[in-house]
């Protein structure tokens, strides 16, 4: 019983999982990034140095990346470059993972 009731939970997540990894990217690109640049932070860091860490400003470059605005992603933080890449390589190797667990290994298992 409760392996029928996994697997029909797992039927369900999966799905539900992946809609919102493919609908992620779209929000974020919605998003005003000007909302952003407020002046208080939460960087601890920066609060108790009053200088920026190398994670400061990143999720601006990121948000401003996907908004396809490069050089003021470079400007918020120079590891963009290293960063943006990786979590798209990620991101896209999520969406494999899953499509594959959703529709070609559930196909599969049917015949």
């Avoid at 994670?55 to 963009?80: P, V, W």
């Amino acid at each position: 019983m409760e392996l029928i009731l996994g697997i029909m939970i797992d039927k369900i997540y999966r799905p539900i999982r992946l809609a919102s990894i493919l609908i992620l990217p779209i929000l974020l690109f919605f998003v005003p990034i000007d909302c952003l640049n407020g002046e208080h932070t939460i960087c601890l860091f920066k609060n108790l140095t009053g200088r920026e860490c190398y994670g400061c400003g990143m999720t601006r470059a990121i948000i401003s990346a996907i908004q396809f605005d490069f050089e003021t992603a470079f400007h918020y933080n120079k590891l963009i470059v290293i960063v943006f890449p990786l979590l798209l390589y990620e991101w896209m190797k999520t969406i494999k993972v899953l499509f594959y667990e959703i529709f070609l290994k559930s196909s599969s298992d049917t015949h």
